[in-house]
C-alpha cells in the first residue's frame, strides 16, 4: 500500500471513533499534517519525536484523557520504541499500535531498518512485547479488517502493514507539532 492510503485510513478509523492519534515522526506525521488540520481532529504528529508516540499516547491514555488511542509510526519508529512498547503493554493499555513497514528509514536517507521475518513475525512480536494481538496487512481491506478487529480488543493490538518503499514523500507542513499540541489539549 502506499503510505498516503495507510495514513488515510488510519485517520479515517481514528476519527470515526472519537480516539486520539499519535503519528511518530518522518514521512507519516507529513502525511496526516496534510490531512488534518490542528484541532480539525484529535491528532498529535510527533516532528522529531523518533520513537516516542506510543509513550506520549500511554502518557494521554494514563492520564484519563482518553479511554483508548492509535498510534501510527513507521517500522524505524517503531524499532527505536520498543521501550515504549513494552510499557504499553505491561499497563494493558487500550492502543492499537500501526506500523507502517517499508523496511527503510525514509525520511533520513534510506537506511535499512533492521528486521528479520518481516510481516510474517507479527504475531511473535505482539506476542513478545505482551500486545493482545498482531495482525500482518498487505492490503486496504486486510488494513480495514484489522482495525475493526483490533477495535473490539481492551487490550493493545499491533497492526503491520506492508508499505511500498517507492511511496512519494509528501510536502512538508508549514504547521508545528506545538499547534497540533495545543488543539489537542483544548
Not at 494521554?60 to 517500522?75: H, I, K
Not at 536517507?109 to 507479527?122: E, F, N, S
Amino acid at each position: 500500500m502506499q503510505r498516503s492510503e495507510i495514513a488515510a485510513r488510519i485517520v479515517t478509523c481514528a476519527r470515526a471513533r472519537g480516539w486520539p492519534l499519535f503519528v511518530g515522526n518522518g514521512y507519516l506525521t507529513r502525511e496526516v499534517m496534510a490531512m488534518v488540520d490542528p484541532g480539525e481532529a484529535l491528532a498529535l504528529p510527533l516532528q522529531g519525536g523518533m520513537g516516542l508516540a506510543g509513550a506520549v499516547a500511554a502518557g494521554f491514555v494514563l492520564a484519563g484523557a482518553s479511554s483508548r488511542a492509535v498510534v501510527l509510526e513507521g517500522d524505524g519508529n517503531h524499532l527505536m520504541g520498543w521501550s515504549c512498547a513494552q510499557f504499553i503493554a505491561f499497563q494493558q493499555l487500550p492502543v492499537i499500535h500501526v506500523v507502517s513497514a517499508n523496511g527503510v528509514y525514509a525520511s533520513t536517507g534510506g537506511q535499512t531498518v533492521p528486521r528479520r521475518g518481516g510481516l510474517q513475525d507479527v504475531s511473535a512480536c505482539a506476542a513478545a512485547l505482551g500486545y493482545g494481538r498482531g495482525f500482518a496487512v498487505e492490503s486496504a481491506e486486510e488494513l480495514e479488517d484489522a482495525l475493526a478487529a483490533a477495535a473490539d480488543l481492551a487490550l493493545p493490538a499491533l497492526v503491520y502493514v506492508a508499505e511500498d518503499p517507492g511511496s512519494a514523500a509528501p510536502r512538508r507542513s508549514p504547521e508545528t507539532s506545538a499547534r497540533y499540541a495545543s488543539a489537542l489539549r483544548t
